[in-house]
């Protein structure tokens, strides 16, 4: 016959290993076990995950966008300077952003510097497709860039 102390060992097992898997159980644990500091220490490195977690989600969003934009302006369905534009309001809130293309790209105002971005951007995707392609686009980027006001000749490979 099992004792009261025998049955109380079987079945806390199985409650400590669930609770050592949850986070309620973590948390727990945590808190009978550790100094209000480590606590502390667990919440901000939560709240920094968090933080790093919504700066990440809209780096991707940031990223489809502009993946999206070039498709269209690859196939033809959109133009140079209006792809331009729509790379300027996503970037120009970042100044960070605008610092390096400024830095980066030719050109006398934000605007040309932009449509530069846009052709990195173009050219970088290109390499997927076959050189008639490429030598196409470029050709048509090339032509648009020279009707975009005080723009400069961009090299064509």
């Keep these: 016959m099992m004792t009261f102390r025998t049955a109380a060992i079987f079945l806390m097992i199985p409650v400590a290993a669930f609770a050592a898997n949850s986070e309620w159980g973590a948390s727990l644990v945590v808190d009978m076990f550790h100094p209000q500091s480590v ?9 920094l995950s968090e933080n790093l977690e919504v700066v990440n989600r809209e780096i991707q969003r940031r990223i489809a966008i502009k993946e999206a934009l070039v498709a269209e302006l690859i196939a033809g369905r959109t133009t140079l300077a209006a792809v331009s534009d729509e790379f300027l309001a996503l970037n120009r809130p970042r100044q960070e952003y605008m610092t390096i293309i400024r830095a980066t790209y030719p050109g006398n105002t934000d605007e040309e510097k932009s449509a530069h971005n846009v052709i990195g951007y173009v050219t970088g995707e290109l390499v997927r497709y076959p050189q008639a392609t490429r030598d196409e686009v470029l050709a048509r980027l090339q032509s648009e860039l020279q009707t975009l006001p005080r723009t400069q000749k961009i090299a064509t490979h």
């Design 39 to 47: 606590r502390e220490e667990l919440k901000n490195e939560e709240e």
